[in-house]
Nanobody, 123 residues
Framework: QVQLVDSGGGLVQAGGSLRLSCAAS????????MGWFRQAPGKEREFVAA????????HYAASVKGRFTISRDNARNTVYLQMDTLKPEDTAVYYC????????????????WGQGTQVTVSS
């Protein structure tokens, strides 16, 4: 079982930056893939970024590639999402999630979810 607590959201102006954090607590020795998803009002949840269990391989949605960076600190069981050059369309609730199945871009493969953190980007 994996418990996730995500944080770091807030209000920022367009062009600004935020860093989201996701602290994981787990009793399993298996290392999951970690992902970030987001859901804007009236829209479906969408994939943002993922970092695989190897700690190296990453995947990004086309809409955030080049602006967002996902990383993980396995010693601290923490995953980060650095978000730069934020746009109003990035406004959403962001969720971190853990998966023991592939592919890591598919939300159905994620079994554990954080509570979500609100990111609001003003124009």
């Amino acid at each position: 079982q994996v418990q996730l607590v995500d944080s770091g959201g807030g209000l920022v102006q367009a062009g600004g930056s935020l860093r989201l954090s996701c602290a994981a607590s787990t009793r399993t020795i298996m290392r999951p893939h970690m992902g970030w998803f987001r859901q804007a009002p009236g829209k479906e949840r969408e994939f943002v970024a993922a970092i695989l269990s190897d700690g190296v391989t990453t995947h990004y949605a086309a809409s955030v590639k080049g602006r967002f960076t996902i990383s993980r600190d396995n010693a601290r069981n923490t995953v980060y999402l650095q978000m730069d050059t934020l746009k109003p369309e990035d406004t959403a609730v962001y969720y971190c999630a853990a998966a023991f199945r592939s592919p890591a871009m598919t939300s159905d493969n994620y079994s554990y979810w954080g509570q979500g953190t609100q990111v609001t980007v003003s124009s």
